[in-house]
């Protein structure tokens, strides 16, 4: 007897359709699995016959051939398990075929019968909806994650027998509710507060700058002044993500297998890879890519310390997600595309012992070592960092003086409000950084004075051309801080500061 079964396979963030189709025949017992499978597809074998056996269910003693369409699509991952054992109960007459024929099935079995959690739930709940199919049975782990969609009816499960017994009819067939709770409204941050950050009064307005508008920010200064502080509340400050940003978000981090079991990431996401991290573990990648850190921090911030430390050829690779926001990874075997826009945050120190621009500590490093250490990052990768501010250590006095700081609450109302205004300018892009030259022509007009200043600038700097519109976008992100329509001198002067070289 033949039986067909609908599940899917996720390529890249999206899903496609996979149909599992069971044949049992007279013949030799055996068990083949078909159709492009990766060794954890045909090791389900071993744990779907054993899942049967513990449930309760007689394996057919025939010859059994599973074949997983479209046969030119490598299939992997154990998502697989599921379908394979209720096609199986469907072609020994065991379940019927409705509703089973309107239903996606994915899920990996453990040996005992248990439903266990997989990659890509929320993916594969769009694509049961896409289908018009009447519902997707995911683990019940992978319950609240798939029903943030919205897009088609889940069932979670936790046992096979529990699944039987639901398309034999035993039990009745009840959906899991949409979440209400989480969906909207800033989430908690766990990375401080500004106002436990003592001075540092430009590196502050430099953060709150790269915040209004989206830009990246690089950090230079010794040991101990404080720019992983600085950086760890960033997020505190941006404003809270959308509903369709957190479903996005959610998305990477499931297909990557990080998501937590609350469901939606309704906050802004922050990473920080250590420097010993490879190309894929940056970018993505692997036989079937699989999203890096520069996707997983998709809508929020990408803290990179120690700059110099990390590989010439990985910090190359940011380039292209720095200035398309996307990761484009191509394999043998597949071609996707991640979403990566985020705010890079840097830091790095002036000199190899970190002491070059300290008074109070003594340098140790020659001009030759201090110029091999910066020249680890390459002009280009620069160039696609709009702030660029010195931090220098914090005094004594001023710390053990210190007066109460301002809190990162009041300093995410200036952020939201400028953001409104460009929500309101930009409702596509969202953000000054987004902007190309015909929004910058469009928006970044100047006045004389501020014409004739960045004139000067680009003279005296050698600012390149990318540079140029670099600046435009950072005095206009300035001017909505101020409440400003026109970017003037005073705009274009804060904006150019940012640009000027850090001095030895």
Known sequence: MLARVLSSAVQGLDAVPVEVEVDLAMGLPSFSIVGLPDMAVKESKERVQA???????????????????????????????????????????????????????????????????????????????????????????????????????????????????????????????????????RAPHVGGDFSEVTGQVVAKRALEVAAAGGHNLLMVGPPGAGKSMLAQRLASILPPPTFDEAVETTRIHSVAGVLSEAGLVD???????????????????????????????????????????????????????????????????????????????????????????EPQRKCRCTPREVDRYRSRISGPLLDRIDLHVEVPAVPVEEMLGAAPEEPSVAIAERVAVARQVQQQRLPELGYNARMGTHEIAAHCALD????????????????????YHRVLR???????????????????????????????
């Open 474 to 504: 950072v005095a206009r992100t300035i001017a909505d801080l101020d409440g400003t329509a026109q970017v003037g001198a005073a705009h274009v002067g804060e904006a150019l500061q940012y640009r000027a070289p850090i001095h030895h």
């Open 267 to 357: 906050y802004r996401p922050y990473r920080s890879p250590h420097h010993t991290i490879s190309d894929v573990g940056l970018i993505g990648g692997g036989r079937i890519p699989r999203p890096g850190e520069v996707s997983l921090s998709h809508n929020g911030v990408l803290f990179l310390d120690e700059l110099p430390e990390f590989r010439r050829g990985c910090l190359e690779v940011l380039r292209q997600p720095l200035e398309d926001g996307t990761v484009q990874i191509s394999r043998a075997e597949a071609t996707v595309r991640y979403p990566a826009r985020f705010i890079l945050v840097a830091a790095m120190n002036p000199c190899p012992c970190g002491y070059l621009t």
């Open 51 to 185: 899942a049967l056996k513990n449930s309760g269910f007689d394996f057919p003693i025939k010859r059994v051939t599973v074949n997983l369409a479209p046969a030119d699509l490598r299939k992997e991952g154990s998502a697989f398990d599921l379908p394979t054992a209720v096609g199986i109960l469907i072609a020994d007459g065991i379940v019927p075929k409705t509703p089973a024929d309107r239903l996606m099935f994915v899920g990996e079995l453990a040996l005992d019968g248990r439903v266990k959690p997989v990659r890509g739930a929320l993916s594969l709940a769009m694509s049961a909806g896409m289908q018009g199919l009447d519902g997707i049975v995911v683990p019940q782990s992978n319950g609240v994650e798939a029903a943030i969609s919205g897009a088609t009816s889940v069932y979670g499960v936790e046992h096979l027998s529990q699944l039987v017994a639901l398309l034999r009819g035993d039990e009745p067939l009840v959906a899991l509710q949409r979440p209400e709770a989480g969906l909207t409204g």
């Open 448 to 467: 004389t004075a501020g014409e004739r200043l960045l004139q000067q600038a680009m003279t005296r700097l050698a600012l390149s051309a990318r540079a």
